[in-house]
């Protein structure tokens, strides 16, 4: 059984930085490719980065290119979501995802966290 569970998420001013964390079950972590997704109200949810460990590869989305940087700890089976330079337009509940594949589209992930909610005020 695959388990996520987000953290780190909270009300910051626009500038600041935040780090979310993920903590997966078992070997969730080496083994799936883990993502950050997120949704703003009446928006649909959408893809910000992907990593997978054991290759090596990591994706972010170009919204947040520069600013935002995917990274795991394997000895945690933790996944990580570094944010600076936060903006209001990030705003969002942030969810932690798990794939099979490497995909940065919503109908490839299978599991997911409950996720975490990250206000940006102006």
């Known amino acids: 059984q695959v388990q996520l569970v987000e953290s780190g998420g909270g009300l910051v001013q626009a500038g600041a930085s935040l780090r979310l964390s993920c903590a997966t079950s078992?070997?969730?972590?080496?083994?799936?490719?883990m993502a950050w997704f997120r949704q703003a109200p009446a928006k649909e949810r959408e893809f910000v980065a992907a990593i997978r460990w054991k290759i090596g590869m990591t994706s972010h989305a170009d919204s947040v290119k520069g600013r935002f940087t995917i990274s795991g700890d394997n000895a945690k089976n933790t996944v990580y979501l570094q944010m600076n330079t936060l903006k209001p337009e990030d705003t969002a509940v942030y969810y932690c995802?798990?794939?099979?594949?490497?995909?940065?589209?919503?109908?490839?992930?299978?599991?997911w966290g409950q996720g975490t909610q990250v206000t940006v005020s102006s």
């Open positions: 078992g070997r969730t972590f080496s083994s799936y490719t």
């Open positions: 995802a798990a794939s099979q594949i490497f995909g940065t589209t919503r109908s490839e992930y299978t599991y």
